[in-house]
Structure formats: C-alpha cells, structure tokens
C-alpha cells in the first residue's frame, strides 16, 4: 500500500527546503511565496535495518524496501477556503494525501521574509487551521442540506446522520479540528465521503535553526503549549541540517556529521518513523533467493489483507501463510533449518500479522 504524506505550511516556513532535503525531487527553493506552484512528489525508502539482515542470510538477487511519498504541496494564504491565492489547488491536494506534515516556522532569520512580517508559530498554526475548517465546514453544509429533507420524512439513517453532522459542525465552528470530536466507527460513515480535511491525522514539523535542534526555542514551546490538546506530535527539525545531509553520499560521512551535531538519526528518519506510528501502520518482508522485499500494511490487518497488498489474487484464494520470526532465523540461518525446529509456523485466515513477519503465502487461482 502506498503511503502519502503532505507537507503544508504557510509561504516561506521551510517547506521546499525541507522536502528537498527528504527526496530526490527538487522544488524550486526561493524566497518568495508561491515558488512551489504545482504539488512535487519525492519518493523516498523507508530505511529498516532489518533488510540488511535478510539480505546476509539469504542472499537474494536484489532487496526491494519499501517506500513513503511526500508531497510539496503549495504554500497557503488567509482566504484559500475562498479561492484567494493558489487555495483552491492547495486544499485539493490535501485532500490526497494520507497525512500531514505542517510545517511551522520557529526560526528567526532577517534574510528570509515572513509572510505575516514576524515570526509566531501560533499564528501560523491557526491561518491554516481556519482555512481548513472553513472548507470543512462548506463539505457539511451541503451534506446537511441534502439531508434535510429525507431525515424530516422520518428516514432513521438519514436522522443519525444528521445528528453525527452537527457534531462536526458544532466542533468545526468552535474553531476545532475534525480529528478532535470522537465518534464511533459506525457513525465515521457518515462523513466519510466527504473527505474533510481536519481530520487527517497530522505531524507538526517545527523548523528550527541549527542551534535548537536539541532544546528548541520560545517558538517551539508556544506552538507546543498550543496543541497540547490535539493528541499530535512535534518533531523538531532543522531544513538547513537536513539540506547538508542531503548533499552527502556516502552513509559513513552521513553519520559523521550527525554525531557532529549530536544527533542520532536525521529529521527524515524521525519523519518516517512518526507517519508510521500516526497512521498505525507495520512492515512484513518476504524473503527468496530472487528478492528480498519490505511491505507496508495497517497494524491489526490479517493474513489474506496482507497478502492482497501483493496482489489481489493472493487474498482472492488465500489458503495459508507460512510465518517465521526474524530472530529464528537469524539463530538458524536458513528456512530447512527453521522447519527442522519447529519454527516455521502455518497461520490461517484469522492471523493478524506482527510487525516484522517474514511470510510466504499459499493460494489458489
């Protein structure tokens, strides 16, 4: 399965910088807003050690990691809900997209020009925020209208409808997010189709200079003290400390130069390990001489859903998964070993994958 993560931010937070640090793709990187017109889609491999283990013990023709994709998605004004700016491609896009990045400026730099003329994260936070909710809000009322007349005909589905549409709305208009009102998953189906975009799940990337990338800043504990409620993280990152460690090849000189700042992983590897875990998501491998290969599937998906992100003919005519655990076979070396032991073990439909499953799976056509 394929997983998307957009970045978002006001103009000038870092955004562009950012994500050509984190990808292959290059967005034009400029002090002035708008220099990210059309969404940019860098493809970057999930680094997973794990991999690396596989490949020594079973020494495949090529080892295949699985992938995350973020989307530089154009910078955001007061008024996109209205069309004002690039608004009306902005939100189109992030309607797309899995999760959210927002990127929040935390850093002073008089070379780099603030679209509001000062730095404050809140404020930042909160342009994007009504924005969001404001178009969010237009999705509901035309869903509301449309109900109206069927939930005053005394249709039962249309009325717990109605009523799971007023929370929303009445959180929406409080000036909170979608994510933050709790329903069930049942009563979720009722603004499921409409996509709103305040109930993604989001990740704040506060962009601080080289010096806080450790303690942070005043910025950074306004913008925390702001979203102490919302159930989201924030990861402090340094774009300047990513772009130079974008600029290196080699992995030694890369780990290096983190030790140097006294860092034990880059920002992207933070930024992957958080849009797992906020979008509750693991990895299974498949392993054979002719690949070694990383897959992404929700956490608490069985079997046959996990074989199905294969293909759709594997779940079709799952009939069983062959199962071994990555430290048997690192003690056993090899899968006639695995069997011999014991450890091999034969799961049915009902086996809901653990991350890091080596499995193999048997179906019919």
Same mark, same amino acid.
């Given at each position: *399965?394929?997983?998307?993560?957009?970045? !978002?931010?006001?103009?000038? &937070?870092?955004?562009?910088?950012?994500?050509?640090?984190?990808?292959?793709?290059?967005?034009?990187?400029?002090?002035?807003?708008?220099?990210?017109?059309?969404?940019?889609?860098?493809?970057?491999?999930?680094?997973?050690?794990?991999?690396?283990?596989?490949?020594? $013990? &079973?020494?495949?023709?090529?080892?295949?990691?699985?992938?995350?994709?973020?989307?530089?998605?154009?910078? %955001?004004?007061?008024?996109?809900?209205?069309?004002?700016?690039?608004?009306?491609?902005?939100?189109?896009?992030?309607?797309?997209?899995?999760?959210? %990045?927002?990127?929040?400026?935390?850093?002073?730099?008089?070379?780099?020009?603030?679209?509001?003329?000062?730095?404050?994260?809140?404020?930042?936070?909160?342009?994007?925020?009504?924005?969001?909710?404001?178009?969010?809000?237009?999705?509901?009322?035309?869903? =509301?209208?449309?109900?109206?007349?069927?939930?005053?005909?005394?249709?039962?589905?249309?009325?717990?409808?109605?009523?799971? $549409?007023?929370?929303?709305?009445?959180?929406?208009?409080?000036?909170?997010?979608?994510?933050?009102?709790?329903?069930?998953?049942?009563?979720? +189906?009722?603004?499921?189709? $409409?996509?709103?975009?305040?109930?993604?799940?989001?990740? @704040?990337?506060?962009?601080?200079?080289?010096? #806080?990338?450790?303690?942070?800043?005043?910025? !950074?504990?306004?913008?925390?003290?702001?979203?102490?409620?919302?159930?989201?993280?924030?990861?402090?990152?340094?774009?300047?400390?990513?772009?130079?460690?974008?600029?290196?090849?080699?992995?030694? +000189?890369?780990? *290096?130069?983190?030790?140097? /700042?006294?860092?034990?992983?880059?920002? %992207?590897?933070?930024?992957?390990?958080?849009? @797992? #875990?906020?979008?509750? $998501?693991?990895? /299974?491998?498949?392993?054979?001489?002719?690949?070694?290969?990383?897959?992404?599937?929700?956490?608490?998906?069985?079997?046959?859903?996990?074989?199905?992100?294969?293909?759709?003919?594997?779940?079709?005519?799952?009939?069983?998964?062959?199962?071994?655990?990555?430290?048997?076979?690192?003690?056993?070396?090899?899968?006639?070993?695995?069997?011999?032991?014991?450890? *091999?073990?034969?799961?049915?439909?009902? @086996? =809901? &994958?653990?991350?890091?499953?080596? *499995?193999?799976?048997?179906?019919?056509?």
């Amino acid at each position: *399965m394929g997983l998307q993560c957009g970045i !978002v931010g006001l103009p000038n &937070v870092g955004k562009s910088t950012l994500f050509n640090a984190l990808s292959s793709a290059k967005a034009e990187a400029a002090n002035f807003p708008f220099c990210t017109i059309e969404p940019n889609v860098g493809v970057v491999t999930v680094p997973d050690n794990r991999l690396s283990v596989l490949e020594e $013990l &079973v020494n495949p023709q090529k080892v295949i990691p699985t992938v995350i994709e973020f989307v530089d998605i154009a910078g %955001l004004v007061k008024g996109a809900s209205k069309g004002e700016g690039l608004g009306n491609k902005f939100l189109a896009n992030i309607r797309e997209v899995d999760a959210i %990045l927002h990127v929040v400026r935390c850093f002073k730099d008089d070379n780099v020009v603030h679209i509001a003329g000062t730095v404050d994260p809140v404020f930042d936070k909160e342009v994007i925020d009504t924005e969001l909710q404001l178009k969010d809000l237009e999705s509901i009322d035309k869903k =509301v209208e449309r109900l109206k007349k069927i939930a005053k005909s005394g249709d039962a589905v249309a009325k717990k409808e109605m009523a799971v $549409l007023e929370q929303f709305k009445a959180a929406l208009e409080a000036g909170k997010n979608a994510r933050s009102v709790e329903v069930s998953k049942e009563e979720l +189906e009722a603004i499921r189709e $409409l996509h709103l975009l305040t109930i993604k799940p989001v990740i @704040y990337v506060a962009n601080v200079e080289e010096d #806080s990338i450790h303690t942070g800043n005043e910025h !950074v504990e306004a913008l925390r003290e702001e979203i102490k409620d919302e159930n989201a993280e924030i990861i402090l990152i340094s774009a300047s400390i990513e772009a130079q460690i974008a600029e290196l090849d080699d992995e030694e +000189e890369r780990s *290096m130069f983190l030790e140097e /700042y006294g860092l034990k992983e880059s920002g %992207l590897n933070k930024l992957i390990r958080a849009s @797992y #875990s906020i979008l509750n $998501l693991i990895t /299974y491998f498949t392993a054979g001489p002719q690949e070694v290969r990383a897959w992404t599937i929700k956490d608490g998906w069985k079997a046959p859903q996990a074989a199905g992100v294969i293909h759709t003919d594997f779940e079709k005519g799952f009939i069983k998964a062959e199962v071994i655990k990555l430290q048997d076979y690192q003690n056993l070396k090899t899968e006639v070993a695995i069997k011999e032991a014991g450890k *091999m073990a034969i799961e049915g439909k009902d @086996y =809901v &994958v653990k991350d890091g499953d080596i *499995m193999h799976f048997r179906f019919n056509l």
